[in-house]
């Protein structure tokens, strides 16, 4: 059960389970399982190791390699040294590595050796970055992770921690292209214990399995395993999606709670054999990040036996919002579409350009108020004071309330795209495009996918003479940019729509693509 009072910080968590449930498993990933005292004495030396290092309160420590069961030691390290894990999208280019580190100065770089050669090239240009452990050993400078941590006492650092910490920021990426570090507090975190424990979706037994097939640098991926631990269940981590592995582990382990979004119930859902598996230990699956078709969803509440709960939320709310509970999803509801009904302590309105509250059935920008709300964005005063205007925070996505008290999210006030439950900001891959040397205007827009939720298409219009070549466009993207955030098709324009003002009219290039949809977005 999750007890804010005797876990009031993240730091508390593998200390206090390390007590209680010492000889129990805390962590499984690939044939490794690591026990709550092993999970308590391997943070501890995470934190003596960055003290070591010269890492002070405040200070920002990354973590750049796909889900690995070393992460949670290392947030739970940070979080006693006071320093605040910083996850890097693995997915991106190394230019936008490099901005993430130089934006949030972290001290010290845990990475795997797929991002070696990334990290080579990146940290010259990072002079706030100090230390480089290379978590897989092997590399020539850098020390492994295994003999750092072996050089380390697994002794409590005893420093006091704080409500106000920050003990995770994650980045999101803004309208400019340029990506605002999220800062995440202890007392944020406490918010969360609060509200999920009211909850089913949340509510784990001590002993239960909790699979994490969400990457560690999103929020969800990190909530899982810090809900599981809090409550004393196994985290059970996925290096990446691989729809076979998934069903083979449910099975295995006995899994009880999972995190999917769309695209992965999409996948598990057309896997040969799919409906003779045992699913018979799941007892909750939450989802979200990208829209899911009805069909979809009713035959993955039949397949799969669980509880079923949406979730609707953003970075900036710890993935908290609203939540469409298990007994919405009974088609007779008519709550299919909905993403539910906000938290019990949380503020959530519709409001108008002026922030005043809308009439029931109207559609305006959602805003959320909660404890979980993050403390701001890092180093971005003015983004902080327009996001949390008025006390609450501005998501910038559109919807309404209906006469029972659901949400439904109708557009985006934002031009945001939701790919497969990654962020795509259209401003950031137009300037991608705008350096082609044939491209003499652009728009990109996200358009329904049945997989991804959204996906990228940019509409082009060409520089005189230029010939039309869309593998050759996408091709070069890629190299400039990560490949999530590359356009899945391009269409070739004469003109581009756009207001007096200039502005490109996005309403209008979606609406061919979106009008037969009752949801246009995540």
Same mark, same amino acid.
């Given at each position: #059960?999750?007890?804010?009072?005797?876990?009031?910080?993240?730091?508390?968590?593998?200390?206090?389970?390390?007590?209680?449930?010492? %000889?129990?498993?805390?962590?499984?990933?690939?044939?490794?399982?690591?026990?709550?005292?092993?999970?308590?004495?391997?943070?501890?030396?995470?934190?003596?190791?960055?003290?070591?290092?010269?890492?002070?309160?405040?200070?920002?420590?990354?973590?750049?390699?796909?889900? #690995?069961?070393?992460?949670?030691?290392?947030?739970?390290? *940070?979080?006693?040294?006071?320093?605040?894990? =910083?996850?890097?999208?693995?997915?991106?280019?190394?230019?936008? #590595?490099?901005?993430?580190?130089?934006?949030?100065?972290?001290?010290?770089?845990?990475?795997?050796?797929?991002?070696?050669?990334?990290?080579?090239?990146?940290?010259? &240009? *990072?002079?706030?970055?100090?230390?480089?452990?290379?978590? %897989?050993?092997?590399?020539?400078?850098?020390?492994?992770?295994?003999?750092? #941590?072996?050089?380390?006492?697994?002794?409590?650092?005893?420093?006091?921690?704080?409500?106000?910490?920050?003990?995770?920021?994650?980045?999101?990426?803004?309208?400019?292209?340029?990506?605002?570090?999220?800062?995440?507090?202890?007392?944020?975190?406490?918010?969360?214990?609060?509200? /999920?424990?009211?909850?089913?979706?949340?509510?784990?037994?001590?002993?239960?399995?909790?699979?994490?097939?969400?990457?560690?640098?999103?929020?969800?991926? *990190?909530?899982?395993?810090?809900?599981?631990?809090?409550?004393?269940?196994?985290?059970?981590?996925?290096?990446?999606?691989?729809?076979?592995?998934?069903?083979?582990?449910?099975?295995?382990?006995?899994?009880?709670?999972?995190?999917?979004?769309?695209?992965?119930?999409?996948?598990?859902?057309?896997?040969?054999?799919?409906?003779? @598996?045992?699913?018979?230990?799941?007892?909750?699956?939450?989802?979200?990040?990208?829209?899911?078709? &009805?069909?979809?969803?009713?035959?993955?509440?039949?397949?799969?036996?669980?509880?079923?709960?949406?979730?609707?939320?953003? =970075?900036?709310?710890?993935?908290?919002?609203?939540?469409?509970?298990? &007994?919405?999803?009974?088609?007779?509801?008519?709550?299919?579409?909905?993403?539910?009904?906000?938290?019990?302590? /949380?503020?959530?309105?519709?409001?108008?350009?002026? %922030?005043?509250?809308?009439?029931?059935?109207?559609?305006?920008?959602?805003?959320?108020?909660?404890?979980?709300?993050?403390?701001?964005?890092?180093?971005?005063?003015?983004?902080? &004071?327009?996001?949390?205007?008025?006390?609450?925070?501005?998501?910038?996505?559109?919807?309404?309330?209906?006469?029972?008290?659901?949400?439904?999210?109708?557009?985006?006030?934002?031009?945001?795209?939701?790919?497969?439950?990654?962020?795509?900001?259209?401003?950031?891959?137009?300037?991608?495009?705008?350096?082609?040397?044939?491209? /003499?205007?652009?728009?990109?827009?996200?358009?329904?996918?049945?997989?991804?939720?959204?996906?990228?298409?940019?509409?082009?219009?060409?520089?005189?003479?230029?010939?039309?070549?869309?593998?050759?466009?996408?091709?070069?993207?890629?190299?400039?940019?990560?490949?999530?955030?590359?356009?899945?098709?391009?269409?070739?324009?004469?003109?581009?729509? @756009?207001?007096?003002?200039?502005?490109?009219?996005?309403?209008?290039?979606?609406?061919?693509?979106?009008?037969? =949809?009752?949801? @246009?977005?995540?």
């Amino acid at each position: #059960m999750l007890d804010p009072v005797l876990m009031p910080h993240l730091a508390d968590i593998p200390r206090v389970q390390s007590e209680k449930l010492a %000889d129990k498993p805390a962590i499984w990933f690939e044939e490794k399982t690591t026990t709550f005292a092993g999970l308590e004495k391997n943070a501890n030396k995470v934190a003596n190791g960055l003290l070591a290092a010269g890492v002070k309160p405040g200070d920002r420590v990354a973590y750049l390699a796909k889900n #690995m069961g070393c992460y949670y030691e290392q947030l739970f390290g *940070c979080a006693k040294s006071r320093s605040t894990m =910083t996850g890097i999208n693995n997915r991106l280019a190394p230019p936008e #590595m490099k901005f993430i580190l130089s934006d949030s100065k972290s001290k010290v770089l845990f990475v795997a050796k797929e991002f070696y050669e990334a990290a080579e090239k990146i940290a010259p &240009e *990072c002079p706030e970055l100090k230390t480089i452990i290379a978590i %897989d050993g092997g590399h020539k400078d850098w020390p492994s992770y295994d003999d750092w #941590m072996a050089s380390q006492s697994d002794k409590a650092p005893g420093l006091k921690t704080e409500d106000d910490d920050d003990v995770i920021q994650l980045y999101t990426s803004g309208t400019t292209g340029l990506p605002k570090g999220v800062m995440l507090t202890n007392a944020n975190y406490r918010a969360v214990f609060t509200e /999920a424990a009211k909850l089913d979706w949340a509510a784990y037994d001590e002993g239960d399995v909790v699979m994490n097939a969400m990457p560690l640098f999103h929020v969800a991926g *990190c909530n899982i395993g810090v809900l599981a631990s809090a409550q004393g269940a196994m985290t059970l981590i996925l290096r990446e999606i691989d729809p076979s592995a998934i069903l083979d582990l449910v099975e295995q382990h006995k899994v009880n709670h999972a995190f999917w979004v769309p695209a992965v119930i999409l996948m598990l859902s057309q896997m040969p054999g799919v409906d003779d @598996r045992d699913f018979s230990s799941l007892k909750t699956i939450s989802y979200g990040a990208s829209p899911i078709a &009805e069909d979809l969803l009713k035959r993955a509440v039949d397949l799969f036996g669980a509880k079923f709960t949406q979730l609707y939320g953003l =970075t900036e709310t710890v993935g908290l919002g609203t939540y469409l509970p298990p &007994e919405a999803h009974d088609p007779s509801w008519g709550k299919l579409r909905s993403c539910g009904v906000p938290y019990p302590t /949380a503020i959530v309105r519709v409001v108008d350009p002026q %922030d005043n509250p809308v009439p029931q059935g109207e559609v305006g920008e959602i805003v959320i108020g909660a404890d979980f709300v993050m403390k701001g964005y890092w180093n971005r005063e003015e983004a902080t &004071e327009e996001a949390l205007r008025g006390g609450l925070f501005h998501t910038g996505d559109a919807g309404y309330f209906d006469k029972d008290g659901f949400l439904f999210i109708h557009d985006r006030i934002k031009d945001m795209i939701v790919s497969g439950g990654e962020n795509v900001y259209p401003a950031e891959v137009e300037n991608a495009l705008f350096s082609h040397p044939d491209v /003499a205007d652009v728009a990109v827009i996200g358009i329904p996918s049945e997989k991804w939720g959204e996906a990228v298409k940019a509409i082009i219009v060409l520089k005189e003479g230029a010939t039309p070549d869309k593998d050759a466009i996408i091709a070069f993207t890629k190299e400039k940019i990560a490949g999530y955030k590359c356009p899945k098709s391009v269409d070739f324009v004469k003109v581009l729509p @756009r207001n007096p003002s200039g502005k490109i009219l996005r309403k209008d290039l979606r609406e061919p693509y979106w009008k037969d =949809t009752d949801r @246009r977005v995540g």
